[in-house]
Antibody, heavy 126, light 109 residues
Framework: QVQLQESGPGLVKPSETLSLTCAVS?????????WGWIRQPPGKGLEWIGS???????YYNPSLKSRVTISVDTSKNQFSLKLSSVTAADTAVYYC???????????????????WGQGTLVTVSS | DIQMTQSPSSLSASVGDRVTITCRAS??????LNWYQQKPGKAPKLLIY???SLQSGVPSRFSGSGSGTDFTLTISSLQPEDFATYYC???????????FGPGTKVDIK
């Protein structure tokens, strides 16, 4: 069974860098698929942050792109998120998720998030 | 950017009711639409992908329909465990940019 587990500091100071890691078990990242980060401010909706392929290819939310770096370590079967220059607006539960694809013909692929971590709350405060 | 809206933002229903939630995209997204269920304190759970494909293990009372800009999630007979918030999400954008709808909270009447 595929499982994902986020880890990292629960408290980050303003202007510093938020760093989280997602450990994957039950599936080898090297086997394929994209792997994503999604966040949810307290009491609010979901926001996609970005995704990475096992090769290191990345896609980022344009609204966060200047501050986000997602990397992958296939030897440890994990991927990581770094978000720089954080403010209180970055306080959220951060989720990691698997992003498989379903082929629909030609160059058509459906993407979605099928396995999620439990989430980790990161608070930005001095 | 593709914007997603959902209606209603919340609804009250009883066990056994048929519930329909609507999701609308700001431009055509073909069938690149997914639905998730989220319970308080839990991660979202994938229900429907590609507008109408039921994710493995999800009860058949959940169904999705639509294409283009208008989509619906239907729960044919609401069960106690279905009280939750439901989000739609588009995956049409190229390069890939995922956008979630604001959510619809389903609670007990």
């Amino acid at each position: 069974q595929v499982q994902l587990q986020e880890s990292g500091p629960g408290l980050v100071k303003p202007s510093e860098t938020l760093s989280l890691t997602c450990a994957v078990s039950g599936y080898s990242i090297s086997s394929g698929y994209y792997w994503g980060w999604i966040r949810q401010p307290p009491g609010k909706g979901l926001e996609w942050i970005g995704s990475i392929y096992h090769s290191g290819s990345t896609y980022y939310n344009p609204s966060l792109k200047s501050r986000v770096t997602i990397s992958v370590d296939t030897s440890k079967n994990q991927f990581s998120l770094k978000l720089s220059s954080v403010t209180a607006a970055d306080t959220a539960v951060y989720y990691c998720a698997r992003e498989p694809e379903t082929y629909c013909g030609g160059d058509c692929y459906f993407y979605y998030f099928d396995y999620w971590g439990q989430g980790t709350l990161v608070t930005v405060s001095s | 950017d593709i914007q997603m809206t959902q209606s209603p933002s919340s609804l009250s229903a009883s066990v056994g009711d048929r519930v329909t939630i609507t999701c609308r995209a700001s431009q055509s997204i073909s069938s690149y639409l997914n639905w998730y269920q989220q319970k308080p304190g839990k991660a979202p759970k994938l229900l429907i992908y590609a507008a109408s494909s039921l994710q493995s293990g999800v009860p058949s009372r959940f169904s999705g329909s639509g294409s283009g800009t208008d989509f619906t999630l239907t729960i044919s007979s609401l069960q106690p465990e279905d009280f939750a918030t439901y989000y739609c999400q588009q995956s049409y954008s190229t390069p890939r940019i995922f956008t979630f709808g604001p959510g619809t909270k389903v609670d007990i009447k």
